[in-house]
């Protein structure tokens, strides 16, 4: 079994990968961790069995999807504050979940949908606290895997309330949102019709 962390420029799924394999030896799971930079995972998606992708990939994250479908390789994107998963575990119960799926044929080689939008934050004061906390705890309460980037910034793990305030995203600002997991696109027009509603209103 191979998993492939990838992020963008390869250090922090370094970071990953080695915590990954310290955790999966703990627990005497028999994988193969390997991290790798954007620019070659197209030379290794072919022989990998499944697919970690950091969240801060941003409009990255198509591309990644796109190449591993060509082998068939499914895809798990992950939060956007792993690194604050020391111990490997976290990063490590997304892999397991993957190779489940994979395993029982309910995720046969396929990774899990995605679904990407654009979308202009309506309140009138912008996401600070109230429509931020209304916005991140949809986000966890869905049970998918969402980011949120202001503009060409940074994305960042929707469901964290921190996170989605540290965008400082005023009204009228375009937010780009990504939803992975199952129903992304019922979780998407959810998320977006939130953001396009003035919460101060």
Known sequence: MKIVVICGAGASSTFVATRM?????????????????????????????????????GDALSVVHAQAREHGVPVAVLPGDIARDREGTQALEIALDLVARI??????????????????IASSHGLHARPAKLFSEAAKNSG??????????????????????????NTGDVVTLTVEGDNAEGVLDELATMLETDQDA
């Open 144 to 169: 998918a895997t969402v980011t949120i980037a202001k503009g060409d910034g940074k994305a960042v793990n929707a469901a964290s309330i921190l996170g989605v305030i540290s965008l400082g995203a």
């Open 103 to 120: 395993h029982t044929g309910s995720t046969p080689r396929k990774e899990h949908t995605m679904a990407t939008r654009t979308v202009t």
């Open 21 to 57: 394999r310290r955790a999966a030896k703990t627990i005497g799971f028999d994988a193969t961790f390997s991290a790798s930079p954007l620019a070659s995972f197209a030379e290794q998606v072919g022989s990998a069995d499944a697919v970690l992708a950091g969240a801060h990939l």
